[in-house]
């Protein structure tokens, strides 16, 4: 403790000899870098690293410049989640088929499907059993993957996307469980805990080879190429014309669009018959300058919204507002005020909602302040895998943001 | 007409009624009317008034005349824009390096915002002592420069079937080069100690980021201490958000998965992991079904940047820069080769300057186009002596179901129109 007290004092010492030499000899280089270790953990006056000093007491650290400080147990433990084919890090608990399906059905099934067949463009997690030779092979948890290690350690640091780390260890054994049973690799009764984890045979495990391209391509490619008459005619095999699934190049007239929209010059002129812009900046804009016409609505209040739409960033990987919305992971919320719960057409809601919206239930400032306040307890049994904000003014400005595309 | 025009030859005579052919509709800059060009007899706007001001725009964005040359993503390659890729505008960018705004991004859980007073770096595992770094601490650390690209893996994976996007960036564009500041990440691995690890020889280092995904992978020891550097910087300043401000692993000439983004942990282990992406994703599945994994390097590699699809000629027959980027995972290239038809022949290329180890070189072949269809193609040859191989090469070795690691010789037929498209040759 002494110790690092005096390196301190010594180390402002230095600092201030060097400022008197910087002063005295200005137009010399004098920004030669101090070479010892001592000199350089001085300059702790920036409060980030003082604070950084402080969570640390007790440990010293040499090192080779004395920079940083020691690791925690306890931080250690919070980030270092990953887990070997051997079992190394693999936390203890236990979770089974039944569990697995159900929590399967809530956090997982809305992009991976109710049997991990996989929604859409979403990743399947099961089926394409010796599909691997194939012409167009499945690659699945139960197809591909080599270690049951890597599902469990995915799945509880990085799932359900947008909601990742929020499962517990008991819930990801149960969840991949059931992801080990939609590839029929266990029965309906199992149970998976950390002593049988290792037992659980994956049918690929022998199914990979250490890069072997210095070997099998190398030799080959490494030859003196053919400069001149290298064949003796040149047809064209295939064109991409005929697929035709290039993307239009749409982004730059957006661009151009949010250009124009951020000129006040042009938002002024265009602001009455803007509805078709997609530019965020103009969603406020818009609002603003359409509110007096609508009759059955508050106007919107055009800062709240702006911050609205700053916390909407976290709805964001589910739903689609504004123009061209659509069904994603979550519904899409235009028109959303004012609207019966679980109403959007083709998008496979939780039975409660719609039971809700059904029963008359509609989206008002009240039902959605609960509703994202904390999803589950309002609508026990929605596929919103969402935890909730927890900030009652986040509810209230993602609500005003909301209400911008209700009219 | 310069000296350095190379290519088929055609008389002088030859060039300019060819030029004279297309010159009404290419509105050339020489279309001398009777009364001249209006652009230099009459007094422009610009020649009379005022622009804009110092204090107009404090950080600047590319006039809105280059507005297309943009990032563009292909919506249905991927589920969801936040766990995809977009592509480098590579068409329609010269010189070498690759500005950020415009250099492709691929994320698993989307662009996380971190502050830098919120970064933290951990080392841990089998060092002498477990720490942990701010941003503030980093930047102390002694630092270098050094230019490299990053592609990913799946650059060109859609084009393993068949040809199938119209367009370099499409095909191409899952790569940038920027030059990065950082310090190595040998130095960091010094400072936490690596006595207890023991005989280095076969210990790995696991890198994670700090987003949702947890994109984590195992590097080799080995080129741990060799060339990786923990990188702060890309061009002269900051990484951007969607690059890993504040903080990203740079692994020069392996595969972009591995440059882990919001750097946020580094642990020295006796074994890989066997992450989701070193096992699930990034292995390449063979004819037999059998899949090979730690296949690092990007091999050598190149493409003719314009014309192209979406770079057509405008110009007509006569002088045409044909130009494109070549880089190799595993050094410098060394030689770059173009062929005007199909492969049949082969010309060397000019490199704008001598190839750098894993960093793109540009090159071009300035020829007298005659204004008859071309099939273009470049072939990369690094200081390894690898050659570029053509797409039959490769599946004959591979098989059809390889989706990462195509290197493959790309054909674009240029029609006498000036258009081109992607196409495959026999």
């Known amino acids: ?407 | 007409m310069s000296d350095s025009v190379k290519g088929p030859t055609t008389s002088r005579r030859q060039f300019l009624a060819g030029a004279a052919s297309v010159g009404a509709g290419a509105l050339a800059a020489g279309s001398a009317k009777a009364a001249g060009d209006p652009l230099i007899t009459e007094v422009q706007d610009w020649a009379s008034g005022l622009g804009d001001g110092v204090d107009e725009v404090p950080y600047g964005l590319p006039i809105e005349f280059e507005s297309d040359v943009v990032r563009r993503n292909v919506p249905w390659l991927t589920a969801d824009p936040i766990s995809s890729i977009n592509f480098t505008p590579i068409h329609a960018l010269d010189g070498t390096i690759t500005p950020q705004g415009c250099a492709f991004e691929r994320h698993h859980s989307g662009a996380i915002e971190m502050r830098k007073q919120d970064y933290r770096l951990m080392i841990n595992g089998l060092v002498d002592t477990p720490l942990v770094f701010s941003y503030d601490d980093l930047v102390r650390f002694p630092r270098e420069n050094h230019v490299y690209f990053c592609e990913c893996a799946a650059n060109t994976g859609m084009e393993w079937a068949g040809a199938q996007l119209n367009g370099a960036q499409f095909t191409h564009g899952m790569i940038h080069n920027m030059e990065y500041s950082g310090v190595s990440l040998r130095t960091i691995l010094q400072e936490a100690g690596l006595d207890a690890a023991g005989d280095l020889k076969d210990k790995w280092v696991y890198v994670e980021g700090a987003d949702a995904s947890s994109n984590g992978r195992s590097i080799p020891m080995e080129k741990a201490l060799d060339d990786c550097l923990v990188a702060f910087a890309a061009n002269g300043e900051a990484l951007r958000k969607e690059h890993g401000y504040p903080v990203r692993l740079v692994v020069p000439g392996w595969e972009g998965n591995m440059w882990i983004k919001w750097l946020r942990r580094i642990e020295v282990t006796d074994a890989p992991v066997e992450s989701r992406e070193e096992t699930s994703k990034y292995t390449d599945t063979q004819e037999d079904g059998t899949s090979r994994k730690w296949t690092w390097e990007m091999d050598a590699k190149s493409v003719v940047t314009s014309p192209s699809p979406q770079s057509p000629i405008k110009h007509g027959p006569g002088p045409l820069v044909i130009t494109g980027l070549a880089w190799s995972g595993r050094g410098a290239i060394k030689r770059v080769d173009v062929s005007l038809d199909g492969g049949k022949n082969w010309h060397e290329a000019r490199l704008a300057a001598p190839g750098d180890k894993m960093a793109v070189s540009r090159f071009y072949l300035d020829i007298n186009w005659d204004g008859t269809d071309m099939l273009l193609q470049s072939r990369a040859i690094d200081d390894t002596g690898y050659v570029q191989p053509t797409k039959t090469q490769l599946r004959h070795v591979r098989g059809l179901n390889s989706i990462y690691h195509n290197n493959c010789i790309q054909t674009w037929w240029v029609k006498s129109s000036g258009e081109a498209e992607n196409v495959e040759v026999s």
């Open chain 1, 1 to 407: 403790m002494s110790k690092s007290l005096n390196l301190y004092i010594g180390g402002g010492l230095a600092t201030a000899a060097l400022l008197t030499v910087a002063a005295n000899f200005a137009d010399r280089n004098i920004s030669e870098m101090p070479s010892q270790p001592a000199v350089m953990t001085a300059g702790m006056s920036n409060p980030d690293t003082l604070f950084i000093a402080a969570a640390n007491a007790a440990p010293e650290h040499v090192g080779v410049f004395g920079l940083g400080r020691v690791a925690l147990p306890e931080e250690v433990s919070a980030w270092d989640l990953d887990i070997s084919p051997d079992g190394t890090g693999l936390p203890s608990g236990q979770g089974s088929v039944l569990d697995g399906e159900e929590l399967f059905s809530s956090y997982c099934a809305v992009c991976h499907g109710e049997f991990a067949e996989g929604v859409g463009n979403w990743p399947k997690l099961s089926g394409g059993e010796d599909t691997l030779a194939d012409d167009d092979p499945l690659k699945t948890v139960g197809s591909y993957w080599p270690y049951l290690s890597t599902t469990f350690d995915y799945v509880r640091r990085s799932m359900p996307f947008g909601n990742a780390q929020s499962l517990t260890d008991d819930e990801v054994y149960a969840i991949v469980a059931y992801i080990l049973y939609s590839n029929y690799l266990v029965d309906e009764d199992f149970v998976l805990n950390s002593d049988n984890f290792l037992d659980v045979d994956m049918p690929n495990s022998d199914g990979f080879i250490v890069d072997d391209r210095a070997e099998a391509e190398y030799p080959i490619w490494s030859l003196e190429p053919c400069m001149s008459d290298c064949k003796e005619s040149v047809e064209i095999t295939m064109r991409a014309a005929v697929l035709d699934v290039t993307p239009e190049e749409t982004r730059a007239r957006q661009i151009q669009n949010m250009i124009d929209a951020t000129n006040p010059n042009s938002v002024s002129s265009s602001s009455s018959s803007s509805s078709s812009r997609t530019g965020q900046t103009t969603v406020v804009t818009t609002v603003v300058s359409t509110s007096s016409n609508a009759e059955e609505t508050a106007p919107v209040d055009a800062e709240l919204a702006g911050t609205g739409e700053k916390v909407f960033k976290k709805c964001k990987s589910c739903h689609q507002v504004g123009d061209g919305a659509k069904n994603r992971t979550g519904p899409h919320l235009n028109a959303l005020v004012g609207r019966s719960l679980g109403s959007v057409e083709g998008f496979k809601y939780s039975k409660t909602l719609t039971d809700m919206g059904t029963s008359g239930t509609v989206w008002n400032d009240e039902t959605l302040a609960a509703f994202l306040a904390n999803p589950k307890a309002y609508a026990k049994g929605t596929k919103m895998s969402f935890a909730g904000l927890r900030k009652e003014s986040d509810v209230t400005a993602v609500i005003e943001y909301l209400r911008s595309f209700s009219r």
